[in-house]
């Protein structure tokens, strides 16, 4: 048993409101600069759709990640000898085109124009050759798009849908979309790490995050390539990759990520997980019916006595096991078994999971008498007189969850290598809690009902509460549980980049932080 901590995330779709502020707060900090203006570190996409770049998800495109073998795991696209073949001109890595040609607009023109009886427009041009271009892509294009024939039609996760399937998904009346925030996943085995031919990228011992020495960087590029979330960029003007650092110097002064810290959703959690290193590679060449359940058995309980032995005989310290006793991400994906990780089939065991979207399921609506409700409600309340019930808690509830507005197998297609059982089972939890709260605070639905189907997926009322007081009601210190920085074993702390904005950031020592060494 070799026990380390990483510091891990879990997103909640169902609090998703596509604001994009996440976007806009990394933008601002991080890649705000010449030849980062089309990196999204942090990005949010519709889906259904293509994403950010086109087709990420597609990997017989841009070969990323890892593929199982006879005696173990290989990568798809990079590796030494994929690597030295295509070192020179590699035909699986997405151009600019694939992203978006970064533009502004000549908004002088708005002013200079002469006066004319035509109004005067600011057109595009580009930021990489200054000439005019036409727009014909962006971050997240799928927002404003996704119904076209190019964009969410275009979905790879709808590949495992009959063609019947797919179109009923697109009907008007049952027509839905949910929002996806990614970041870099940190992942226990990153496919960026092990393609690098220069071995600038490394991941942290002490909590994991996974950087690129910007120093050692010599831009090959196969972390672009073998990234199959697409997370690792090409800075065209410094010549060097980057990357999304979790904004690791304000973790390490007990702050969270810029990301995190402005979401208008409050979907981002952030804490400490324990894992065992001894299995990455056990688990990342499990097969994909094993994938999830290997994943999730590889995060250790930090309760467990030997757990913790083996933490500290690792060094890690007694505020980093606290703060893993007390990770919001450690409910949520090991206690409630809520969240899941996005594409477990690519194989990098990712640490960033996500609670699948509840979405608008089939309910039934049935004629009912509402005199003794009514009774019940305040006196300044709204009566409605009216004889139906909109009821999304039938007996045949679990049923219904199969006939969500999404089918189960498109979303087990993004959350769990294809298992539709690991999705049903998280939804039916949601489910459950939504139950048990509406009996709760509305009153109209029987107790026995609710405790029944708390006892259907395991839950006691107490997990319930702990479950809605953590997505509704959390505090801040309640979603972000980071442990204390230890300057005397982690030395890597750089200057404060509030105070220096540029390409700063990237795990290199530089003037006063030299001392101590």
């Known amino acids: 048993m070799d026990i380390r901590s990483q ?25 705000d600069r010449k030849g980062a203006e089309y990196m999204w570190w942090n990005n949010v996409e519709t889906k259904p759709g293509t994403g950010y770049p086109t087709k990420w998800e597609d990997q017989s495109i841009y070969k990323g990640g890892w593929e199982k073998t006879d005696d173990g795991i290989a990568l798809k696209g990079a590796g030494k000898q994929k690597g030295l073949l295509n070192i020179f001109h590699n035909p699986n890595m997405p151009m ?21 009886d035509d109004q005067p427009t600011a057109r595009p041009v580009s930021l990489i050759t200054g000439k005019p271009i036409d727009i014909k892509m962006g971050p997240n294009w799928d927002d404003d798009l996704s119904g076209t024939q190019d964009y969410a039609r275009n ?13 009923a998904m697109f009907q008007l009346e049952r027509m839905a979309f949910f929002y996806l925030p990614r970041i870099c996943n940190h992942c226990l085995n990153p496919a960026c790490v092990a393609s690098c031919p220069s071995g600038a990228i490394y991941k942290r011992g002490e909590d994991g995050v996974v950087l690129i020495n910007q120093n050692v960087c010599r831009a090959w590029r196969m972390c672009v390539t073998a990234c199959p979330y697409k997370k690792s960029y090409y800075n ?28 208008v959703g409050r979907i981002r959690y952030l804490g400490v997980i324990l894992y065992d290193a ?7 060449s499990a097969s994909d019916k094993d994938l999830i359940d290997k994943h999730m058995n590889i995060l250790m309980n930090p309760f467990d006595p030997e757990v913790i032995a083996s933490a500290k005989k690792n060094g890690i310290a007694d505020s980093t096991i606290h703060a893993a006793q007390n990770s919001p991400t450690y409910k949520f994906v090991k206690k409630w078994k809520l969240a899941l990780p996005l594409h477990a089939e690519f194989r990098t065991l990712p640490m960033l999971f996500y609670v699948p979207p509840l979405l608008p399921v089939m309910a039934s609506l049935k004629e009912v008498n509402q005199s003794k409700q009514n009774e019940k409600l305040n006196p300044i309340a709204k009566v409605w007189d009216d004889n139906w019930l909109y009821d999304t808690s039938t007996e045949e509830l679990w049923g219904t969850i199969a006939q969500a507005r999404f089918p ?22 949601l489910m459950a809690v939504r139950i048990y709260r509406r009996f709760k605070t509305v009153g109209d639905i029987p107790e026995k009902k609710a405790h029944d189907v708390l006892k259907d997926v395991g839950y006691t009322p107490e997990m319930a509460d702990e479950v809605y007081c953590l997505t509704s009601l959390a505090k801040f210190d309640d979603r972000f549980v980071i442990p204390a920085a230890h300057r005397e074993q982690a030395i890597e702390m750089l200057e404060f980049t509030g105070d220096k904005k540029g390409s700063t950031g990237f795990g290199f020592k530089e003037e ?6």
């Not at 510091?7 to 890649?31: E, R, Y």
């Open 278 to 284: 001894d299995r990455i590679h056990e688990v990342a």
């Open 512 to 517: 006063t932080m030299e001392r101590g060494l």
């Open 7 to 31: 510091i891990s995330m879990v997103f909640h779709l169902d609090k998703c409101i596509g604001c994009h502020t996440c976007s806009v707060a990394c933008k601002n900090i991080w890649t």
């Open 408 to 429: 189960l197998k498109y979303l087990a297609s993004l959350f769990s290598a294809g298992d539709e059982e690991k999705v049903k089972e998280r939804l039916k939890k």
């Open 155 to 167: 979905d790879p996760n709808l590949k495992n849908l009959s063609l019947a399937e797919q179109e």
């Open 236 to 263: 065209w003007n410094t010549g060097k990759s980057e990357k999304c650092i979790l904004c690791y110097p304000r973790i390490e002064a007990g702050l969270a990520p810029a990301c995190m810290h402005s979401c």
């Open 96 to 116: 600019i085109d694939d992203y978006y040609e970064p533009f502004t607009y000549k908004y002088l023109d708005l002013i200079e124009a002469p006066a004319g």
